[in-house]
């Protein structure tokens, strides 16, 4: 399974964008999905992850109340709307599948990674 993380680009501060992550080659509903970033330079870190239902959701401190992962099992998607973005937003975003359904914010829960998409927020 390779997951395609999509939507990404350039926004001004307080903005919004909507990334898309989706698996081709199978479905992943069963499956918990995360959303991880890397600012340049940096390690990459942990902004969200939801469990295989959708019900349990997880979230960095410094993105809790401005973003949101929710999923859409019609569509095989699962997104992250980051709202009232800023300038430290600006990152390569990743999205990752865990089959065990655990996710959370450890890495090493996931077993598939996105190729990232560049999100970069202008002041």
């Known amino acids: 399974v390779q997951l395609q993380a999509s939507g990404g680009g350039l926004v001004q501060a307080g903005g919004s964008l909507r990334l898309s992550c989706s698996p081709s080659?199978?479905?992943?509903?069963?499956?918990?999905v995360g959303w991880f970033r890397q600012h340049p330079g940096k390690e990459r870190e942990f902004v969200a992850a939801?469990?295989?239902?959708?019900?349990?959701?997880y979230y960095a401190d410094s993105v809790k109340g401005r973003f949101t992962i929710s999923r859409d099992y019609g569509q095989n998607l699962v997104y992250l709307q980051m709202d009232a973005l800023k300038v430290e937003d600006t990152a390569v975003y990743y999205c990752?599948?865990?089959?065990?359904?655990?996710?959370?914010?450890?890495?090493?829960?996931?077993?598939?990674w996105g190729q990232g998409t560049q999100v970069t927020v202008s002041s």
């Open positions: 080659g199978g479905t992943f509903s069963s499956w918990a």
């Open positions: 990752a599948a865990d089959r065990a359904g655990l996710g959370r914010s450890r890495e090493s829960n996931y077993d598939y």
């Open positions: 939801c469990n295989w239902s959708g019900r349990n959701t």
